[in-house]
């Protein structure tokens, strides 16, 4: 039987994750973050990302913005980071900064993996903490009917480096908890089950807690465009600031 997961929420599948997402253009995507927010930024900001996982994003993002923060709650996902910028592990919702920020970010839905309104709202207020006067913060989140297209390939595989792993997405329409199951083996054969877990909140849920918290939104994009985001979209990309 597969081992239980460990307290490192990524501990297996970071040895997978680049395989998972060799799918994504990073340089595209940093492209994309750096047209939405170059307007709104002062000259040399300071940039910390949250949630960066193994570093893909910021490894195009650092070749912009010199001062660059990557952080992650794994630390062995920041183990198979090999990029630029300082890496310090640590919680979206445990942000370990006194210093101001003039861009902070978070990218692929990773805000979805806080299972609460609660956690959300404390988030967005620590975010609010360290964020300096005229900073503007982004992040993009899943909405429920990407949940409904993800259960279209409900059931993968694949093998990268030796690894073999089975991936089960599953999404629970009443809850709005959507999860996805991986088996990873090893080359040694042994085999571990690590399940991750994600909220899937509502539209206006991020209008209402950015209120709650001293944020205001000053965009709201469809994903990777300049098109309005709906409660329809698949994905949607927000870019806030703080209240005066």
């Given at each position: 039987m597969p081992s239980k997961k460990s307290t490192d929420p990524y501990l297996h599948v970071s040895n997978i994750y680049a395989h998972l997402m060799d799918f994504i253009s990073y340089k595209w995507w940093a492209k994309y973050l750096y047209s939405i927010t170059k307007n709104k930024l002062i000259k040399n900001p300071r940039v910390l990302e949250l949630a960066?996982?193994?570093?893909?994003?910021?490894?195009?993002?650092?070749?912009?913005?010199?001062?660059?923060?990557?952080?992650?709650?794994?630390?062995?996902?920041l183990k198979h980071n090999d990029g630029n910028g300082r890496k310090i592990c640590c919680d979206m919702i445990a942000i370990p900064f006194k210093t101001k920020f003039d861009l902070i970010l978070s990218s692929f839905d990773s805000i979805n993996y806080l299972m609460s309104k609660q956690k959300v709202l404390q988030h967005f207020k620590q975010v609010k903490n360290?964020?300096?006067?005229?900073?503007?913060?982004?992040?993009?989140?899943?909405?429920?009917?990407?949940?409904?297209?993800?259960?279209?390939?409900?059931?993968?595989?694949?093998?990268t480096?030796?690894?073999?792993?089975?991936?089960?997405?599953?999404?629970?329409?009443?809850?709005?908890?959507?999860?996805?199951?991986?088996?990873?083996?090893?080359?040694?054969?042994?085999?571990?089950?690590?399940?991750?877990?994600q909220k899937i909140y509502s539209f206006d849920t991020f209008f209402e807690l950015a209120e709650k918290s001293g944020l205001y939104v000053v965009n709201c994009y469809k994903a990777f465009s300049f098109t309005k985001g709906k409660?329809?979209?698949?994905?949607?990309?927000?870019?806030m600031k703080r209240k005066a």
């Open positions: 960066a996982g193994n570093g893909s994003l910021a490894n195009h993002l650092t070749k912009i913005y010199k001062n660059y923060i990557v952080t992650d709650i794994s630390l062995n996902m360290i964020l300096s006067d005229d900073g503007i913060f982004t992040f993009d989140t899943a909405l429920e009917s990407n949940s409904y297209k993800h259960q279209k390939t409900a059931l993968n595989k694949g093998r480096k030796g690894f073999k792993f089975v991936r089960k997405s599953i999404f629970n329409p009443k809850t709005k908890i959507h999860k996805n199951v991986f088996t990873i083996t090893y080359p040694n054969g042994k085999e571990y089950l690590e399940t991750h877990t409660a329809t979209s698949d994905r949607v990309q927000f870019i």
